[in-house]
């Protein structure tokens, strides 16, 4: 039987979080500030942050994610190759004491930078796995059927694998857990046959998979390196204290929580609500990623999360990805189906691409140019959702810009911060022209935008949506403020205009002050 999405009863969510410095914002609005292969000539990446903290905070972004601000494997990693996660570029391990991101004085710099211009730091929380171990260790374990890690295909046999960590350059630290393979529940890689099957760890004091995580897989307990038994005592108090020393140390006011169909929920669980005791944060923002294009087997962990985390919502970037290859095939009527933002919009943080999905990453899934500023339109105008702007699309990079896409996509953010205001009413009524109309405040007049699809190298063949943008606008013009050259639109006394989309795809048109 086919899944119906529909409404269900939770906690709040992002209504109770802190989505921005002091009161919650007007519209708050959070940026990923990095790509895959982030790098900046001549700066470290937490310099360049600090330089842009004014011109972030202007353009009204509200909160930061930043990358994971561990001690990677090699001088270069991004982080989630996670060694030691109380090294912030602090101490001389894996063969350097800085980060790729800086060093701990830099990130507490610009960290503090950012507070004083009202910008919130989320920190990214790598929480799943070890990787770049010091030393290896000889242990009972058996191989699982990568495609079912519940069925063991061999017998028991002791393996060497690289589980033991020292961290001989933090010398105790911060920290003094040392983790060997009694912190951990599988490997993939046997030194001694040189083998890399997914390998379960037995003997003394192991239990196996965690039952409390995704059943992709009939299992999805593992997923790479070492991973973390969170239902070891010492474990669980290792992370925990790192959890409110890190948020302590940097100032920030909240967790985004790396790969968490892959870790035990009920320790997850107690993370987030011991990181807002310990922190005095009882507000503190966590936004969780499930990557899932589907969004019924996500349920069940916005369910068990209580309130406590917002989710990415992976299921409307796959809405956006298909259109973008689909073009005027795709019904844009349906572009919110089977959505976090439809069902439970006050737990939906919505972004169109971000690091995971850039071209020639392992979920790639890239929002081609064709539909990208309709699609941040729809994130970033609309009154559902919390929306996320990938550093990719905005800032000159060498993996995914697009100078006319960040041209549009700082209109749109403009528009957001002075316009995307009040009540909203949708006009989903053609396949290929859908609009939506915010019908503004007593501070801000509101907008009407309107959202096509047209064919590559097809002549444009404009529609038009008659909305309403309410009556306080009767009897006024509104222009576009995308293409500034378009004819204006004259509102009649009773609220409703004609207006017309555009050849890029997108349109929004604003009150013309009086």
């Not at 202007?58 to 990677?72: D, S, V």
């Not at 996509?409 to 006009?427: P, W």
């Not at 309410?470 to 609220?495: C, K, M, P, W």
Request: aromatic share 12%; glycine share 8%.
């Amino acid at each position: 039987m086919p899944f119906r999405q529909k409404s269900w009863k939770a906690p709040s969510t992002l209504s109770s979080m802190k989505l921005g410095p002091g009161r919650i914002p007007d519209n708050p609005l959070m940026i990923q500030f990095f790509t895959w292969e982030s790098k900046k000539e001549g700066l470290s990446w937490w310099k360049h942050f600090a330089n842009e903290i004014p011109t972030l905070a202007e353009m009204g972004f509200t909160q930061a994610w930043l990358p994971p601000p561990n001690k990677a494997t090699r001088p270069q990693g991004q982080g989630y190759d996670a060694y030691d996660l109380w090294d912030l570029g602090e101490f001389s391990q894996k063969g350097s004491v800085a980060t790729r991101w800086g060093t701990k004085s830099e990130l507490l710099q610009a960290c503090k930078l950012a507070k004083e211009h009202g910008i919130d730091i989320l920190i990214d929380a790598v929480l799943n796995h070890k990787m770049g171990a010091d030393r290896t260790e000889v242990f009972p374990a058996v191989p699982v059927d990568p495609r079912n890690r519940l069925k063991e295909i061999g017998p028991v046999r002791d393996i060497e694998a690289w589980t033991a960590y020292d961290f001989l350059g933090r010398n105790g630290k911060h920290s003094t857990l040392r983790w060997t393979q009694h912190h951990f529940t599988g490997v993939d890689w046997d030194r001694r046959t040189r083998s890399n099957d997914i390998f379960k760890i037995v003997g003394d004091g192991h239990e196996g998979w965690s039952q409390f995580v995704d059943k992709e897989l009939y299992n999805y307990d593992y997923l790479l390196g070492a991973d973390i038994d969170h239902r070891r005592p010492e474990v669980r108090a290792d992370l925990l204290a790192w959890g409110s020393w890190i948020l302590e140390s940097t100032g920030a006011s909240g967790f985004r929580l790396d790969a968490i169909k892959h870790m035990d929920r009920r320790f997850l669980l107690e993370f987030i609500k011991n990181c807002r005791a310990t922190s005095g944060q009882s507000r503190m923002f966590a936004v969780a990623e499930y990557w899932s294009p589907d969004l019924k087997p996500m349920l069940p962990y916005i369910r068990a999360f209580q309130g406590q985390t917002a989710f990415f919502d992976v299921p409307l970037h796959y809405n956006l990805h298909l259109a973008s290859k689909l073009g005027p095939r795709y019904d844009l009527r349906q572009i919110l189906n089977g959505t976090i933002v439809k069902g439970r919009p006050d737990c939906a943080v919505t972004f169109v691409d971000n690091h995971e999905c850039q071209v020639g990453q392992t979920l790639e899934s890239w929002v081609d140019t064709n539909f990208k500023l309709q699609a941040y339109a729809l994130i970033l105008l609309r009154s559902s959702g919390h929306p996320c702007v990938f550093y990719g699309d905005l800032y000159p990079n060498e993996e995914c810009y697009h100078k006319e896409i960040a041209r549009g996509l700082k209109l749109l953010i403009e528009a957001r911060k002075n316009h995307a205001y009040g009540k909203m009413k949708n006009y989903f009524t053609d396949k290929t022209c859908v609009g939506f109309v915010r019908l503004g405040t007593p501070q801000h007049p509101g907008c009407a935008t309107v959202i096509t699809h047209q064919s590559s190298g097809v002549k444009f063949s404009q529609k038009h949506m008659y909305m309403h943008v309410g009556f306080a606008h009767g009897g006024s013009t509104y222009r576009a403020l995308l293409n500034q050259s378009s004819a204006n639109v004259e509102i009649s006394e009773d609220g409703w205009g004609r207006f017309p989309s555009s050849p890029q795809g997108v349109e929004v048109w604003v009150k013309v002050r009086e």
